[in-house]
T-cell receptor, first 111, second 109 residues
Framework: DVKVTQSSRYLVKRTGEKVFLECVQD?????MFWYRQDPGLGLRLIYF???????EKGDIPEGYSVSREKKERFSLILESASTNQTSMYLC??????????FGQGTRLTVV | RKEVEQDPGPFNVPEGATVAFNCTYS??????FFWYRQDCRKEPKLLMS???SGNEDGRFTAQLNRASQYISLLIRDSKLSDSATYLC??????????FGKGTRLLVKP
């Protein structure tokens, strides 16, 4: 079974903190994604990566950055957390033409 | 027109009922289609892929209509455990997936 693992299920951070969300997949997938999910807005793509050191902005990249130094790991960075970044963050990976596989999600609260 | 549209529901149905959801998509070049299920506070999980010829998996049937640009999901003999949000997902020629906002299903005894 494909496994996508996010480093934390729940996080509480203070406004202005730098926040790292880590995601690791064990199936050698090229493509990895970060989404946030909010009630009434569905899943929105923040960033994606199709190869090591490659990254592309999604629909809502402002306030975020990403890092992909190794194929299996894709990190999302909140440079200076704000309360409007309180959300559920979902990491996903996929090999190309089949479905995407999701991590268990990180529920981030910024206070 | 939004890229992927779904009726948000909720659809309230009794156990044993048959329920159908539709999803429309705007990009005629879309290549792959999926239905995901998401339970409350959990990650989305693949329910089934949707093939041009239609496909069935037990009580679930998915259909694709390219001419009208919609996909459908039919659930027969609904169970309490089918209560969840069902996400329609469309993949184009690029790397990313486009998600609908989901249709909420509540199956009641």
């Amino acid at each position: 079974d494909v496994k996508v693992t996010q480093s934390s299920r729940y996080l509480v951070k203070r406004t202005g903190e730098k926040v790292f969300l880590e995601c690791v997949q064990d199936m050698d997938h090229e493509n990895m994604f970060w989404y946030r999910q909010d009630p009434g807005l569905g899943l929105r793509l923040i960033y994606f990566s199709y190869d090591v050191k490659m990254k592309e902005k999604g629909d809502i990249p402002e306030g975020y950055s990403v890092s992909r130094e190794k194929k299996e790991r894709f990190s999302l960075i909140l440079e200076s957390a704000s309360t409007n970044q309180t959300s559920m963050y979902l990491c996903a990976s996929h090999p190309g033409h089949t479905e995407a596989f999701f991590g268990q999600g990180t529920r981030l609260t910024v206070v | 027109r939004k890229e992927v549209e779904q009726d948000p529901g909720p659809f309230n149905v009794p156990e044993g009922a048959t329920v159908a959801f539709n999803c429309t998509y705007s990009n005629s070049a879309s290549q792959s289609f999926f239905w995901y299920r998401q339970d409350c506070r959990k990650e989305p999980k693949l329910l089934m892929s949707v093939y041009s010829s239609g496909n069935e998996d037990g009580r679930f049937t998915a259909q694709l209509n390219r001419a009208s640009q919609y996909i459908s999901l039919l659930i027969r003999d609904s169970k309490l455990s089918d209560s969840a949000t069902y996400l329609c997902v469309v993949k184009g020629q690029g790397f990313s997936f486009i998600f609908g906002k989901g249709t909420r299903l509540l199956v009641k005894p």
